[in-house]
């Protein structure tokens, strides 16, 4: 057996929790594309109510139309950086340093996407999977560049010069 037989767990902790973060990208997406109006319109009914309802004059239908573009880009936004991250992480679990790389690069676009939609006014279910996809990305961020899991990077190129 290799010495890159003996694979970090770091490193297979940081693709596990950059395939968690891709998934929670990835569900963010599909649920704004498949039920997008309802969740918008039940976040929108909550923002006019904790307002005061703006004395009647708007009301939850006025604001779904005006809000619907907006998250309909992010979804899409979130479907490319939930499949890029899907992919990278995977490939981080087998000890590709470009996948590392290229994880690092969606992770802090997703966290940073993530943070932003948490102090959005976002639908509370919306803001689990933010929550979700930027811690788990950012932890897979940290945990994959530490010294455990750079050594189970040098190992696995060692074994393939060596074949």
């Known amino acids: 057996m290799s010495s890159y037989g003996s694979r970090s767990r770091l490193l297979t902790v940081a693709g596990a929790l950059g395939l968690v973060g891709a998934l929670s990208a990835l569900v963010w997406g599909v649920l704004v594309l498949v039920n997008g109006q309802d969740l918008i319109r039940s976040a929108a009914q909550d923002y006019l109510q904790s307002t005061g309802d703006a004395g009647g004059l708007v009301t939850a239908d006025d604001l779904v139309p005006l809000a619907v573009d907006s998250f309909t880009s992010r979804a899409y936004l979130w479907l490319g950086i939930g499949v890029i991250a899907l992919v990278s992480a995977a490939l981080v679990l087998a000890a590709h340093n470009w996948a590392r790389v290229l ?12 943070v932003r939609d948490l102090v959005d006014l976002d639908p509370a279910l919306l803001k689990v999977f933010d929550a979700a996809t930027a811690v788990c990305l950012l ?19 060692a074994a393939a010069v060596a074949a």
Do not use: E, H, M
């Open 139 to 157: 932890a897979a961020l940290v945990l994959q560049w530490l010294p455990g899991s750079n050594a189970t990077i040098r190992a696995r190129k």
């Open 103 to 114: 994880l690092t690069v969606f992770a802090v676009i997703g966290a940073l996407l993530a």
